[in-house]
């Protein structure tokens, strides 16, 4: 086994790859612990990674996380955000904290068929209390060791078939339940970040937590977070436009500076910089992780390791903001739905993405208070309809999202936009998606082994060479800000206690 180093007798050298909020938090962190040789490594011009505001309209928009999901004390990027003094009062009031919404989308939905016809709420309203109770039911299999089936997508449909049996005397009625209901569907695929829920797994489901509070947006966007978390660092930590070609661990590394002493470590960056050092923290997504795994660590990842980081689901989540000259929504309205009367959860097939691509849009939410962004609305698409929206020109999908907004409100007078900016995260080489799941095949065990530093063992080098971080190694709060950001300080803690514990040995 391989004698241990003290902080001592060497202060530990430290490479971060990747700047987003697993990779900031991790540096704030080790920074807190006293580490002080420590590098940030980011591939592209900014920091943030999927955390990015741009300005649009009159203000700032969210093009990657828009929400706190869960605004409450346990929340770390709430509870960094109240610290720094980013969020409103009703964000910050303790009522706001308490309440349990369970994920839900927000509260005043406006729903618009095909037809150009509004759906009261008499026939939407207990629909999406129905779909919420299939919602809760499928994550008690976390707890369970049996399941009906193998995904989410084919356990709901399988509980709307039962009600649908129910609605068959009025075949209008039922074709139309359905059709709102196949919403539902759309939205949960963008919050799994999938392209179907047949592709979510059921048992791991439930193991996601939803923390209290209602979600809450940045009045200055995310990007208010990552400053104030990038202002806390010292200057010229991070090295920007320095993608990180292959990390070489398990070595004996020598540098310059440092001519009697050997680095487990060596970092090859794409410019052909190499850095050495004792420690890595990779924060890289598992997008980009999936796609790079065979050439981006050498030695190669454990076949363990490989197995978990290709079972694990990284779908994309995509973005489309419009401006209008004038709003044509009611005021009240928070999140526009589109029926597509001809829809049903239980009946559906592959699209056709040419034709068919915007069929996905879930609707469009309202961004508000009107006057932080003037009179933008967002659309939101999962799936290999929102990477195959990512090929079009911005004229095109300007055009076909003012016919659908024609045709759903049944108003051919409404004028196009007047701007749009969008997300294209699934052709963004160093993300490839936008966050994880836990797909068919996979489960929590997964994400540990993602999370799991290299060596695996001591007897196999120098302990916590390699270690990882990043929303897709959070096995509860995967997917989010707040499960990046924590996964950032756990790693900082992990190489911390480590050295306490060296420190109080001898
Ligand atoms: C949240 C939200 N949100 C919308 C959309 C997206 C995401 N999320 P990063 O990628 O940030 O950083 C890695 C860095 O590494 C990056 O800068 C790279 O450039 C760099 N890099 C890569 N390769 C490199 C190399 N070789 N060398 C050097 N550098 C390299 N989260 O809390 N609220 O509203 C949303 C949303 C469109 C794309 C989101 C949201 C997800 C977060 O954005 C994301 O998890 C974190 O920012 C990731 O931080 P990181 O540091 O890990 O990586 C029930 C149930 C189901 C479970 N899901 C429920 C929650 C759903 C999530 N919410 C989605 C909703 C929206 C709108």
């Given amino acids: 086994m391989a004698r241990l180093i003290t902080r001592q007798e060497h202060d530990p050298s430290i490479v971060i790859v990747g700047c987003g909020l697993a990779g900031l938090g991790a540096a704030q962190r080790l920074l807190q612990h006293g580490f002080s040789k420590i590098r940030l490594l980011e591939a592209t011009q900014r920091c943030g990674g999927r955390a990015w505001s741009r300005q649009f309209g009159k203000g700032l928009v969210d093009i990657g996380a828009q929400w706190i999901h869960g605004p409450s004390k346990q929340n770390a990027v709430f509870h960094l955000a109240s610290q720094h003094n980013l969020l409103d009062?009703?964000?910050?009031s303790e009522d706001n904290q308490a309440v349990q919404r369970n994920g839900q989308p927000p509260d005043v939905s406006t729903y618009y068929t095909s037809s150009g016809k509004k759906v009261g709420q008499e026939i939407t309203a207990p629909l999406e209390e129905l779909y919420s109770t299939f919602n809760a039911r499928s994550k008690k299999f976390f707890q369970s060791k049996t399941q009906p089936v193998h995904s989410l997508g084919e356990f709901l449909k399988l509980?709307?078939?039962?009600?649908?049996e129910d609605w068959k005397g009025d075949e209008e009625m039922c074709n139309l339940k359905l059709a709102v209901l196949n919403t539902e569907f759309k939205i949960g695929c963008c919050i799994s970040g999938t392209d179907s829920l047949d592709l979510v797994a059921l048992q791991p489901f439930g193991e996601y937590v939803v923390l209290p509070g209602i979600d809450c947006v940045f009045p200055g966007g995310f990007a208010s977070l990552v400053d104030a978390i990038r202002r806390s660092l010292?200057?010229?930590i991070i090295s920007y436009d320095k993608p990180v070609k292959c990390i070489h661990w398990n070595g004996s590394f020598k540098s310059p500076n440092t001519p009697d002493y050997s680095y487990s470590i060596l970092v090859e960056?794409?410019?052909?910089?190499?850095i050495p050092a004792d420690h890595v923290i990779v924060?890289?997504?598992?997008?980009?992780?999936k796609e790079h795994y065979k050439t981006f660590i050498h030695p190669s990842f454990p076949p363990s390791k490989i197995d978990s980081i290709q079972k694990l689901g990284f779908g994309t989540c995509n973005k489309i903001?419009?401006?209008f000259e004038e709003p044509f929504w009611e005021p009240e309205s928070q999140l526009i739905r589109l029926?597509?009367?001809?829809e049903s959860p239980l009946f559906s097939t592959r699209p056709d993405l040419q034709k068919e691509w915007f069929r996905k849009i879930l609707g469009f939410i309202i961004l508000q208070p009107m006057e932080r962004y003037g009179h933008v609305i967002l659309a939101v698409l999962a799936g290999e309809e929102a990477n195959y929206m990512e090929s079009l020109s911005d004229c095109e999908v300007k055009n076909c999202l003012t016919q659908i907004i024609r045709k759903f409100t049944?108003?051919?007078?409404?004028?196009?936009?007047?701007?749009?900016?969008?997300?294209r995260w699934y052709n963004d080489q160093y993300t490839r998606g936008s966050y994880s799941y836990t797909a068919v095949g996979s489960s929590g065990d997964d994400i540990d082994v993602i999370a799991q530093p290299l060596p695996f063992t001591s007897t196999q080098g120098q302990p916590l060479q390699v270690l990882f971080a990043g929303e897709a190694t959070h096995r509860t709060f995967y997917s989010t800000t707040h499960g990046a950001l924590e996964s950032g300080w756990r790693e900082a803690d992990r190489l911390n206690n480590h050295y306490v514990s060296l420190t109080s040995v001898n």
């Fill in 89 to 92: 009062e009703k964000a910050m």
């Fill in 159 to 164: 509980e709307i078939a039962r009600c649908a």
């Fill in 234 to 236: 010292p200057k010229d």
């Fill in 269 to 274: 960056c794409e410019d052909g910089e190499t």
């Fill in 283 to 289: 924060t890289v997504p598992l997008g980009f992780l």
């Fill in 321 to 323: 903001f419009l401006e």
């Fill in 339 to 342: 029926v597509w009367e001809d």
């Fill in 410 to 423: 049944g108003n051919p007078l409404i004028p196009p936009p007047k701007g749009i900016i969008r997300s």
